[in-house]
């Protein structure tokens, strides 16, 4: 069983700067694969990023590459997500996500989530 909470979201400017922090509840944390979504109003889980086991393979959607950065640390049972020059389209509820498996698909393909934490961009 894991447990993930998520910390760090707020209200910002556009073009402004906000990390979120996920801490997982785990015996292992190196056993997961790691992931970020958003969820926007009205809209479907969005993909952002992902990182493997041991930190190596970061991957991105279109919208948020060379913006977004996912980083791990395996010691604190933590994954990040450093988010800068902010949009306003930007605005949705953050959340991670856990998976043994590294693999790119649908939302209810992984399989277990935090709350989520709320970011807002305004502009």
């Known amino acids: 069983q894991v447990q993930l909470v998520e910390s760090g979201g707020g209200s910002v400017q556009a073009g402004g700067s906000l990390r979120l922090s996920c801490a997982a509840s785990v015996r292992t944390f190196s056993d997961y694969a790691m992931y970020w979504f958003r969820q926007a109003p009205g809209k479907e889980h969005e993909f952002l990023a992902a990182i493997s086991w041991s930190g190596a393979s970061p991957s991105y959607s279109n919208s948020v590459r060379g913006r977004f950065t996912i980083s791990r640390d395996n010691a604190k049972n933590t994954v990040y997500l450093q988010m800068n020059s902010l949009k306003p389209e930007d605005t949705a509820v953050y959340y991670c996500?856990?998976?043994?498996?590294?693999?790119?698909?649908?939302?209810?393909?992984?399989?277990?989530w935090g709350q989520g934490t709320q970011v807002t961009v305004s502009s």
């Open positions: 996500a856990a998976d043994q498996a590294f693999h790119f698909g649908r939302a209810h393909e992984y399989e277990y």
